[in-house]
Antibody, heavy 116, light 110 residues
């Protein structure tokens, strides 16, 4: 059974940092593009970042470029999102999602709250 | 990276068909056959319903279908059922390894 489990969310002050993790199981993690997608309360999903199978290609939404860094450890089947210089507007549930275009599996999400 | 445009709401009676539109640009929807549709119930993660414009993942009822014309994609739900009441989001590949989502449509089954 394919599973994606996010962790690392929490309350952080503006300007602070957090590192999110997404533990994958039930599929060949190293064969898939992986994404981070966030959803602010009451809003639609917004794509944040993605990474190629071997980590050699990464891409970011303009709103997080230069502040967030995506990475992966294929040996540990884990996806990461390092979030620095956090802003109030980064408050959202962060999901990891599998796939290049159609994202067929999503985690349950982890809540990141940026507030003073 | 502007969001794709969806109507905020749609509705239909049980057994009827309803179509939800998703309008992008020639840089995303109009340029790639990588449009997906997701269903999301409150407090849950999005569920993939359609990918590559018109393909259904295993387990998705064939009442759900997708199409595209120019810069606009559409999701049609035929034979509406009460459990179809949900939020629906489209997404499209936007080039340069980026994705863009729509703002969402709340589907109400009357």
């Amino acid at each position: 059974e394919v599973q994606l489990v996010e962790s690392g969310g929490g309350l952080v002050q503006p300007g602070g940092s957090l590192r999110l993790s997404c533990a994958a199981s039930g599929f060949t993690f190293s064969s898939y593009w992986m994404n981070w997608v966030r959803q602010a309360p009451g809003k639609g999903p917004v794509w944040v970042s993605r990474i190629y199978t071997d980590g050699s290609i990464t891409s970011y939404a303009d709103s997080v470029k230069g502040r967030f860094t995506i990475s992966r450890d294929n040996a540990k089947k884990t996806l990461f999102l390092q979030m620095d210089s956090l802003r109030v507007e980064d408050t959202a549930v962060y999901y990891c999602a599998r796939g290049f275009a159609g994202n067929d599996y999503w985690g349950q999400g982890t809540l990141v709250t940026v507030s003073s | 990276q502007s969001a794709l445009t969806q109507p905020p709401s749609a509705s239909g009676s049980p057994g009827q068909s309803v179509t939800i539109s998703c309008t992008g640009t020639s840089s995303d929807v109009g340029n790639y056959d990588y449009v997906s549709w997701y269903q999301q119930h409150p407090g849950k993660a999005p569920k993939l319903m359609i990918y590559d414009v018109s393909k259904r993942p295993s387990g998705v009822p064939d009442r759900f279908s997708g199409s595209k014309s120019g810069n606009t994609a559409s999701l049609t739900v035929s034979g509406l059922q009460a459990e179809d009441e949900s939020d629906y989001y489209c997404s499209s590949y936007a080039g340069s390894n980026k994705l863009v989502f729509g703002g969402g449509t709340k589907l109400t089954v009357l």
